[in-house]
């Protein structure tokens, strides 16, 4: 059924803009009521949501990182963007975008609410 798949450059320098696609296919991202979220897992760490972009164009960020990202959409080629600005080393980490059912930051647990995963992109900050 849906599939999402990330793309992007694997290595970034530190102070510069992650940027990763992720790409849908098997429905649409303005399908309601879905929310398209990017999460990350740090090595040796558990995961992290980072926010979501809903089938309506809102976007929720996590707190912790509101100051640095940005998620966007363009709907004409069924993506969503992940966009991280003045990243470090402790960005490092394998980057998911996923599908949720309804709106929640729970990553896994009983109660999650995503249903679809892409298979993960290794991002690694340094010099």
């Known amino acids: 059924q849906v599939q999402l798949q990330e793309s992007g450059p694997g290595l970034v320098k530190p102070s510069q803009t992650l940027s990763l696609t992720c790409t849908v296919s098997?429905?649409?991202?303005?399908?309601?009521?879905?929310?398209w979220s990017w999460i990350r897992e740090p090595p040796g760490k558990g995961l992290e949501w980072m926010g979501a972009?809903?089938?309506?164009?809102?976007?929720y960020y996590s707190p912790s990182l509101k100051s640095r990202i940005s998620i966007s959409r363009d709907t004409s080629k069924n993506q969503f963007t992940l966009q991280l600005s003045s990243v470090t080393p402790e960005d490092t980490a394998v980057y998911y975008c996923?599908?949720?059912?309804?709106?929640?930051?729970?990553?896994?647990?009983?109660?999650?609410?995503?249903?679809?995963w892409g298979q993960g992109t290794q991002v690694t900050v340094s010099s």
């Open positions: 972009i809903a089938y309506s164009g809102s976007t």
């Open positions: 996923a599908r949720a059912q309804y709106f929640s930051t729970v990553v896994t647990g009983s109660i999650s609410p995503y249903d679809y």
């Open positions: 098997g429905g649409s991202i303005t399908t309601s009521t879905y929310y």
